[in-house]
């Protein structure tokens, strides 16, 4: 996994800022500005997904407003839908497994049969959405700050500063 070192300048000005709007309003800019940046990683990792068929990459959204906790608000990229399930398959691989059925009496794929049981060898990762944040991290804080400065027009943004660290963890 590779490590990103972020350096944010003026963040107290920043707050400021934003604290002298409504919460209503602040609100709307942080969602508009984290929807912003996820875009940029839904691209990235539709771009990156295996496409034999086109279902997972259907399936990578961005998913924008208000979470669980009280006055956390932004935007996600998920899987959702009905190919989802396939996503985590596909970034993390799976171990070999046994498959069996439990109410036919032969395991079909179309084309061939294979009895009542079949030994799965696993598959191999291939991973899409976690090299989707590190090849657009630094894009997507330009996104968010562009956001910012055309949303907060009055004044100096605080510049974004991004150092990337190719070390690993």
């Known amino acids: 996994m590779s ?27 942080l969602v508009g500005a984290t929807t912003a940046a996820a875009i940029e990683f839904q691209e990235e990792a539709r771009s990156l997904v295996p496409k034999r068929t086109s279902q997972l990459e259907r ?24 190919h989802a399930y396939l996503g985590k398959w596909m970034e993390w691989g799976t171990v070999a497994h046994l498959i069996e059925t439990k109410t036919k009496k032969t395991l079909w ?26 090849n657009k991290m630094a894009e997507a804080i330009e996104v968010v700050h562009r956001f910012l400065e055309r949303h907060l027009a009055w004044g100096d943004i605080p510049e974004v500063v991004v150092k990337a660290d190719g070390g690993s963890e």
């Open 109 to 134: 794929d179309g084309n061939r049969a294979y009895g009542r049981r079949v030994q799965h060898p696993g598959t191999r990762p291939r991973p899409f959405m976690r090299p989707a944040v590190d």
């Open 59 to 82: 399936a990578i959204r961005v998913v924008k407003g208000e979470g669980r906790t009280p006055n956390i608000v932004g935007a996600k990229v998920v899987l959702r839908g009905k």
């Open 3 to 29: 490590v990103v070192d972020l350096t944010i300048k003026g963040v107290p000005e920043l707050i400021a800022k934003m604290n002298q709007l409504p919460t209503q309003v602040q609100k709307k800019i």
